[in-house]
């Protein structure tokens, strides 16, 4: 799903307001969402946060999510709880996702998203969280 030009502007102001760096593109976000589908046995609960707010929403990927079905080129539908526009959320919306760290399956992931491809990464005790801009 394409966004309405005036929201897409909004998006890309707060984007230009709020951040420094970019690190992700719509392409390594359906590469990443796709690992994840294939690989949902390695986490429990995937955390998301969007640029316009401090709430942590969840991801929910099942196993079963289907490119251009649940997930497409430059978004995603029913994916993230609570979204701003129901049921899609664009990509570039999303600031980070994160996993809650269990050892061995944090590391399995981390390993596994690094094949995929050159992802912005902050590993803590805490979590694995792919970031897709910087303050």
Request: charged share 30%.
């Amino acid at each position: 799903m394409k966004n309405e030009p005036a929201l897409d502007d909004k998006i890309d102001k707060i984007i230009k307001r709020n951040y420094s760096s970019t690190f992700m593109n719509n392409s390594k976000w359906v590469k990443l969402i796709g690992l994840l589908v294939k690989n949902h046995n390695l986490f429990d609960v995937c955390n998301v946060k969007l640029i316009y707010d401090d709430e942590i929403r969840r991801l929910i990927i099942q196993g079963n999510e289907t490119y251009e079905l649940d997930y497409y080129q430059d978004s995603m539908e029913g994916m993230i709880t609570k979204p701003i526009t129901p049921g899609w959320v664009a990509y570039k919306e999303i600031e980070w996702i994160s996993f809650p760290s269990d050892k061995s399956n944090t590391q399995a992931l981390e390993i596994l998203i690094k094949k995929t491809g050159e992802f912005r990464s902050d590993v803590t005790v805490d979590y694995l969280r792919i970031l897709a801009y910087l303050k």
